[in-house]
């Protein structure tokens, strides 16, 4: 494991009362929390709301992005998950984090302030070099797309 330097600039007083910390030694994200002025947000069956972090961030590596990921507990559980699967944080985005959750589940949930609803991953980042070109290498696979490996 690899450590970055990163600064954060804490936006909600939610985080007067919280750490932004790795939970364990060997954590891979960082928990973010719903800095929500009310005590509580609803979230309807199939709805999904952008919920502040509170938090925006400065990534001191240039090649190192910042991912929003579900918290594995708050999906299984409650069916509340990142509604574009992951949330992409570049490394020279200054603004506040929001967490945009969506509600798979079939009832309303609520989302208590503070609550712990992602989490923060950072990994590397690899631009393309782009090289157009009149025919792409072959493959056993070639053209297959969902399903063409087979099942199992």
Known sequence: MRNIDVNVKFLHEVWKENELAYATEHSAGLDLRACIDTEELEIGSGE????????????????????VFSRSGLG????LTVS??????????RGEIKVSLLNTSGEKRRIKRGQRIAQLVFMP?????IRPV??????????GGFGS???L
């Open 84 to 93: 574009q699967g992951v949330g992409v944080i570049d490394p020279d985005y």
């Open 134 to 143: 009149d025919e792409l290498g072959e493959t056993d696979r070639g053209a």
């Open 76 to 79: 299984t559980k409650e069916g």
């Open 125 to 129: 980042i690899f631009q393309g070099v």
């Open 149 to 151: 490996t087979g099942k």
């Open 48 to 67: 999904k709301v952008a919920i502040p972090a509170g938090i925006s961030i400065e990534i001191l590596e240039k090649s190192v992005a910042a991912y």
